[in-house]
């Protein structure tokens, strides 16, 4: 019989928790919100006995208060538990909570006196307890369709949980993902940019891949860089981590970044589960 599955969805508020729930209940996940955490080791009894299938996938959404109570709670127990945290750049977040006018928690706690406050002081309780082995998605550039595309990708119901890579591509001139485990800086290569009859192009069309593929000084960097991945991801499989996100920088997210995206996600699709994101790439070359 597989192991219960528990998923704690936390993060930032404005984030995209409620979103995040809404998703996993459509998925067939038993949704609880705001549990009180007094009585939380009798919730852990009941989904750990219970013959009700409704049990069978859980998901349980936390403040950054309380999910250091959660993580306690369910640790050391026979369930496959996942935490899903949902982060955002603090711009975004104080534009999400200005644009919807919505109260931040903590103002309405009275623990803080300003929007910012309670932001950094929110990052900051989060500080703690965040954990390596979390899910972590970053909402800045992702609108609801890209999070469900996600959050069905690493959690759908009946698929045993398995190591999986994403391998994103960004332009730093938009601000770094802040979901990404390993950031990788690749604007030392030679750039497309530069080379008129490529710059409408991006690093998804072949002459592009092949400018910045072909180069001697990009052979030997991913020679070095699929030899220390290759250590690091079977190390992070036996540590039991479940999902992987490795992001690749150039300067605008157009040529070189995507092109060792595509690179790397070729590469290792044969043996581990696999995707890729362009987050900031334009398709210039077809308006």
């Known amino acids: ?62 403040s950054a208060k309380d999910l250091h109570e959660f993580l306690r709670a369910f640790k050391g127990t026979e369930m496959d538990v996942r935490v899903l945290f949902l982060d955002a750049s603090d711009d975004v977040l104080l534009h999400r909570y200005k644009s919807t006018r919505r109260t931040h928690p903590l103002l309405i706690s009275n623990a803080v006196n300003t929007l910012e406050e309670a932001i950094s002081v929110e990052r900051n309780m989060f500080t703690s307890s965040k954990e390596g082995g979390f899910v972590t998605i970053d909402t800045t550039f992702l609108d609801f369709k890209g999070l469900k595309s996600k959050i069905e990708s690493y959690f759908k119901i009946g698929v045993a949980p398995s190591f999986s890579i994403s391998f994103v591509s960004f332009g730093y001139k938009n601000g770094v993902p802040m979901d990404a485990d390993i950031m990788l800086d690749v604007r030392f290569l030679p750039n497309p940019f530069w080379v008129p009859e490529l710059r409408a192009y991006s690093g998804d069309d072949e002459a592009v891949y092949k400018y910045v593929m072909d180069n001697d000084q990009t052979q030997e960097f991913v020679k070095r860089l699929t030899s220390f991945l290759d250590y690091a991801f079977s190390e992070y499989v036996k540590e039991g981590k479940n999902h992987f996100t490795v992001a690749i920088g150039c300067t605008g ?35």
Do not use: W
Not at 54 to 60: G, K, S, V
Not at 259 to 264: D, S
Not at 272 to 285: I, T, W
């Open 1 to 62: 019989m597989n192991k219960k599955r528990v998923i704690l969805v936390s993060g930032m508020s404005g984030a995209g928790k409620t979103s995040a729930t809404n998703i996993l209940e459509d998925m067939g996940y038993h949704c609880i919100d705001q549990f009180p955490v007094q009585i939380l080791n009798d919730l852990v009894d009941v989904i750990e006995t219970t013959t009700d299938p409704r049990f069978d996938y859980t998901a349980l959404s936390t």
């Open 253 to 287: 997210g157009q040529h070189r970044s995507v092109a060792i995206t595509n690179y790397l996600f070729d590469f290792y699709r044969k043996k581990y589960n696999c995707y890729k994101d362009h987050r900031d790439k334009k398709d210039y070359a077809n308006g």
